[in-house]
């Protein structure tokens, strides 16, 4: 079991960066594939990237790889997603997810999630 916990969301302008960070106290961190999704107003939560427990594989939703960057830090039980040149598009809650295999991107798929982070990106 890991509890997660997303931060680094705000209030931005386009053209700003951002990279959200995603929390575990588990040393079992290190054992999840973590992705993160995106939840806009209106709109069901979709995929926006993973990363393998090693870090080895990476995947990316069509659209999202250049701007985003998915990494991670297992000696310090941290998930990150960078968002450069945001664009009000992007204006969504951002929660982070583990499961136990790289490669998913339904959210049905993942076993633990965080509680999500809010960006807005103003125009």
């Known amino acids: 079991q890991v509890h997660l916990r997303e931060s680094g969301g705000g209030l931005v302008q386009t053209g700003d960066s951002l990279r959200l960070s995603c929390a575990a106290s588990?040393?079992?961190?290190?054992?999840?594939?973590i992705a993160w999704f995106r939840q806009a107003p209106g709109k069901e939560r979709v995929f926006v990237a993973s990363?393998?427990?090693?870090?080895?594989?990476?995947n990316y939703a069509d659209g999202m790889k250049g701007r985003f960057v998915v990494s991670r830090d297992n000696a310090k039980n941290t998930a990150y997603l960078q968002i450069d040149s945001l664009k009000p598009e992007d204006t969504a809650v951002y929660y982070c997810?583990?499961?136990?295999?790289?490669?998913?991107?339904?959210?049905?798929?993942?076993?633990?999630w965080g509680q999500g982070t809010q960006v807005t990106v103003s125009s």
């Open positions: 997810a583990a499961t136990y295999q790289l490669g998913f991107i339904r959210d049905v798929d993942y076993d633990y």
């Open positions: 990363i393998a427990w090693s870090s080895a594989s990476t």
């Open positions: 588990e040393r079992t961190f290190s054992n999840y594939a």
